[in-house]
């Protein structure tokens, strides 16, 4: 369903189980980008009212699940700490070229954010099904739900505002592109790395 080129590599969910704290305030800090994302698509193209008012949904319900993972590492006694860069999504944002029309660059917005979302949920479905911590693996069943449904809203409207043939061809470039990027990840104590 997701159409990601290449797996996360097994491994990582035994990094993820090992280095549950990482994963959590990593996780945290997710949920805030992809609520500033949601806002940042708002300010930059109000005039596309479907979407402001998906955004709008979305960076309040991103916002709710940054809360929910909070509260998770409160009430295990950790501490958010600083945010990482996330070389995942630098390179993914170095995909497309700089430049181009409004639309052209809401097209690949749109994309990085599903493609960014997609492997959320996979990552997700896999804490899911591979933590012993049975309280975990319920939350994160439950929100890889959630990425799900965001990664066929964002796709959606990119083929609302672009020409379906040209975003599905890119889409599919960008998928290959991920693959390469993901054979150098999967070795750290992150959501995407």
């Known amino acids: 369903m997701l159409g990601l080129k290449l797996p ?7 990094i993820a189980a090992k280095n549950i704290e990482e994963i959590l305030i990593d996780h ?7 609520a500033s994302t949601a806002i940042s698509l ?21 916002m ?3 809360k929910m993972v909070h509260d998770k590492i409160l009430e295990r006694g950790y501490t958010m700490g600083w945010d990482r ?7 993914l944002r170095n995909f497309f070229p700089k430049g181009g029309s409004r639309a052209t660059q809401l097209v690949h917005r749109l994309l990085i954010a599903g493609l960014i ?3 959320s949920c996979e990552r997700f479905r896999l804490l899911s099904e591979e ?8 939350f994160y069943k439950n929100l890889m ?13 990119a083929r609302k505002y672009g020409e379906r043939e040209v975003v599905d061809k890119k889409w599919q470039e960008l998928l290959e592109f991920e693959a390469e990027v993901m054979k150098d990840l999967s070795k750290n104590e992150s959501i995407h790395g």
């Open 8 to 14: 996360t590599d097994p491994r990582w969910a035994d």
């Open 28 to 34: 945290a800090y997710c949920e805030q980008k992809a």
């Open 42 to 62: 708002i300010v930059t193209y109000p005039e596309y009212s479907e979407l402001v008012t998906a955004m709008t949904a979305l960076a309040r319900e991103e």
């Open 64 to 66: 709710g699940h940054f």
């Open 85 to 91: 860069k996330d070389e995942y999504v630098i390179q």
């Open 117 to 119: 979302e997609a492997r």
């Open 131 to 138: 933590l012993e911590d049975k309280e975990l693996t319920e």
């Open 145 to 157: 739900i959630s990425e799900a449904n965001h990664y066929t809203m964002f796709l959606k409207f």
